[in-house]
């Protein structure tokens, strides 16, 4: 097997995983039409919350990464897909920041709370309906850009654990020895 990731690396890639898998269909749900009020409610409000940790864990991971540059793959992966990893990690990254900052504009220019994060005084935007929209607008975008850009990711990582058996998967897995 080749180099594995750091433990916290692993930890924040598996973390940060765990909990966009549990995002996507909250998203996707919380805003279905004749949704009972205290479910969508319970929805947003677990959207939010876990959207502004996963903006404060990518922010340690690429304080991590920078710090810590991933180990190199194996010889054996072609240039062209090193390249495609390296491109696809990076909008990875610039995807989940760019969910984070939308929705972050989303609720606070349209007036809606931060809950718990609130009592942390992050600064809120002066409620402005259109910027509120347009975050809006830009957070769904690139919520489907998001979920193409994952199933690549996951099916690339499959692909790599189940036919070519190089040990890239392995070096990510929760399990991996350095």
């Known amino acids: 097997m080749t180099d594995a990731y750091r433990p916290a690396a692993r930890f924040l890639h598996w973390t940060v995983a765990l909990i966009v898998f549990c995002m996507i269909p909250a998203g ?15 929805l947003f409000l677990f959207h939010k919350n ?10 340690i991971r690429l304080a991590y990464r920078r710090a810590n540059p991933p180990p190199p793959l194996p010889a054996s992966v072609p240039a062209w897909q090193a390249r495609m990893a390296r491109i696809s990690h990076g909008m990875l990254y ?10 972050f504009v989303r609720v606070t220019a349209g007036g809606f709370p931060l809950e718990g994060w609130d ?6 935007l002066p409620k402005r ?13 690139a919520a489907y850009a998001l979920i193409a850009l994952v199933l690549l990711h996951a099916g690339a ?22």
């Open 119 to 124: 009592a942390l005084g992050l600064p809120r």
């Open 50 to 59: 876990a959207g502004l940790v996963v903006g404060v864990l990518m922010l």
């Open 157 to 178: 990582a499959l692909h790599d654990a189940l036919v070519r058996r190089d040990g890239v998967f392995a070096r990510m897995w929760p399990a991996a020895r350095r």
């Open 94 to 103: 610039a995807l989940l920041l760019l969910m984070v900052a939308s929705g």
């Open 28 to 42: 996707l749900i919380m805003t279905t039409e004749g949704l009972p009020r205290p479910v969508q409610d319970m």
């Open 129 to 141: 309906e259109a910027l509120g929209s347009a975050a809006s607008a830009m957070h769904e975008a």
